[in-house]
Nanobody, 123 residues
């Protein structure tokens, strides 16, 4: 069992940066693959990025590749999402998720979810 808590969201201008953090507790963090999802009000939840258990492999949605970087520190039980060159289209609630199958784009492949953190990018 894993509990996840996101932080770092907020308001930012177009072109700005934010770093999201997801702190995990309750189970062995290193045993889970992690992902960041986001959901805008008018859209379904979509995967943003994923990272495997030891951090060696990563995946990115086409819309964020080159702008966002996912990383993890298993010693701190934390996964990060560094977001640069933010665009209005990045406005969404961002969720971190833990699961057992690396890189799945489907939300139902993940077993544990945080409550989300709001990111708002103004134009």
């Amino acid at each position: 069992q894993v509990q996840l808590v996101e932080s770092g969201g907020g308001f930012v201008q177009v072109g700005g940066s934010l770093r999201l953090s997801c702190a995990a507790s309750g189970h062995a963090f290193s045993g889970y693959t992690m992902a960041w999802f986001r959901r805008a009000p008018g859209k379904e939840r979509e995967v943003v990025s994923a990272i495997n258990e030891n951090g060696k492999f990563t995946k990115y949605a086409d819309s964020v590749r080159g702008r966002f970087t996912i990383s993890r520190d298993n010693g701190k039980n934390t996964v990060y999402l560094q977001m640069n060159a933010l665009e209005p289209e990045d406005t969404a609630v961002y969720y971190c998720a833990a699961g057992l199958r690396y890189g799945s784009p489907e939300a139902n492949a993940y077993d544990y979810w945080g409550q989300g953190t709001q990111v708002t990018v103004s134009s």
